[in-house]
């Protein structure tokens, strides 16, 4: 119990070292354009970093957005070798290759390859990354719209999230879309469990050939996991998968980081209210684009009428978040599958308003940016964990916190110093050879 009390203390810490470093670091990082991510300073000096980025695109009004499809990023490995480029290695050609040709195996072997710890694995991640970004970007500019549609799919347990991405994937599947299903599942690593995205849940769509699969990450931390889901689904994208489906349990903080990854964002209901949804976040309903009341069927119809009347007076009460988009409320049912597109009509609907209007285009530049963030965030922290004069200090300085013999604030300045005094770190570097 004691222990439980004292460790309540370390998160603060953490997140307090995280935050100074990040606004140490903030002075360091490009924010001109979404062409250019780099983290100067970090390799390159900061005046070759601006003539090669700067001059050729113009900062353009008070937030230096430029005028070019978000796409265009440049996504820079903030800790590998600028002069190194991986783009042309071998191992990272065949992934690019087989995604482009849209081999499920070559896709299931770049998300594995995205979600590696190992740094040389991670530039070159970061290489296939770029590879990918660029070509979507080419295929962005013949088609005039994104190459895919990416919606989050949130609910409580038990809501019917996989019953329903079953039936709404078998139905998409049928129509001529390929379909990839991410889930985004913090429990899973801390639990090294994996409850979303288990296949068993959706036995007719993980046989379909035209559908992909994809389990949480099970290991990391949320930002790790909230990083690589960004990653995974560009490369769904360029594997030509069409709609991507990001799932997420409506209890924690991940569906909020979801409605950050994707186009449009829908809160799936049971037909029940008070108590069984007390599991849900508040403010979850404001940032949906679309409620759907699953279980819309037999003894349970009446039910769903009137939480859907329900939810509808209350998204009225909420101010819309798009200009051209007002939250809708919707009933299905996955079981006998009616509603279902009906459900796809909305969502085509949201995406030709915003897309129509230019809020996805924004939209997406901005996710861009909380992109960089959270890999900001996940590399600032291991960096600061692998700082060997850090690492020296830092099970005696937690033990102090825990027994109350010094703040939490004290403490992650006393680290922060130490990191401060030379924040280089030399690791001998791993080589290439697994991949
Ligand atoms: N009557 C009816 N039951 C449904 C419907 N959709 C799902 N269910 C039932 O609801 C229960 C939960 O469904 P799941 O799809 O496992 O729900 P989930 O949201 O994925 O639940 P977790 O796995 O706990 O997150 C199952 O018994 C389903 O058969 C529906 O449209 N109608």
Redesign the pocket.
């Known amino acids: 119990m004691i222990r439980c009390m004292f460790s309540r203390k370390l998160p603060k810490l953490y997140s307090r070292v995280v935050h100074q470093i990040l606004r140490a670091d903030r002075q360091a990082v490009c924010f001109s354009t979404d062409h250019c991510q780099s983290i100067v300073g970090a390799g390159g000096t900061t005046t070759s970093h601006k003539k090669a980025h700067h001059s050729q695109v113009p900062p353009v009004g008070r937030n230096k957005y430029c005028t070019q499809p978000a796409e265009a990023l440049v996504v820079s490995p903030c800790l590998q070798d600028p002069k190194e480029d991986l783009s042309q290695h071998p191992a990272v050609q065949r992934l690019f290759q087989g995604l482009k040709e849209g081999h499920r195996a070559s896709l299931a072997e770049s998300i594995t390859l995205v979600e590696s710890v190992h740094r040389r694995k991670r530039a070159a991640a970061e290489a296939l990354l770029q590879l990918v970004l660029e070509h979507l970007q080419q295929k962005r500019v013949k088609w005039k719209k994104p190459s895919a549609f990416r919606i989050g799919l949130t609910?409580p347990?038990?809501?019917?999230?996989?019953?329903?991405i079953e039936a709404f994937g078998k139905f998409l599947t049928d129509s001529g879309h390929k379909v990839a299903v991410l889930a985004v599942d913090p429990s899973s690593s801390t639990t090294g469990g994996s409850l979303l995205g288990d296949k068993t849940?959706m036995p007719e769509l993980s046989r379909d050939m035209n559908a992909y699969i994809r389990p949480s990450p099970t290991s990391g931390t949320l930002g790790g996991v909230n990083r690589r889901t960004n990653e995974a689904i560009v490369l769904c994208e360029g594997a030509g998968y069409d709609v991507i489906l990001v799932e997420t349990?409506g209890v924690g903080q991940s569906e909020f980081v979801v409605a950050d990854m994707v186009d449009m964002f829908v809160l799936l209901v049971p037909p029940a209210g008070g108590d069984e949804l007390q599991g849900l976040k508040k403010g979850i309903v404001e940032v949906a684009d679309l409620v759907i009341v699953?279980?819309a069927?037999?003894d349970?119809l009446p039910a769903a009428r009137r939480i859907q009347a329900e939810y509808t007076s209350a998204l009225k009460l909420i101010r819309p978040r798009s200009h051209v988009w007002r939250p809708r409320v919707i009933r299905v049912?996955?079981?006998t599958r009616e509603g279902i597109p009906k459900a796809w009509d909305r969502m085509t609907g949201f995406r030709n308003k915003t897309w129509n209007s230019g809020e996805l285009d924004m939209k997406r530049r901005r996710q861009h940016r909380v992109w960089m963030w959270n890999h900001i965030q996940d590399s600032m922290i291991k960096l600061f964990r692998q700082h060997p004069g850090v690492q020296r200090l830092i099970d005696g300085t937690e033990d102090r916190v825990m027994r109350g013999e010094i703040t939490p604030g004290a403490a992650a300045d006393a680290l922060l110093r130490e990191f401060q005094k030379s924040p280089k770190i030399s690791n001998p570097e791993p080589k290439l050879d697994e991949l």
């Open positions: 609910g347990p038990g809501a019917g999230k996989s019953t329903f849940r349990v699953n279980k069927d037999g349970l049912s996955s079981l």
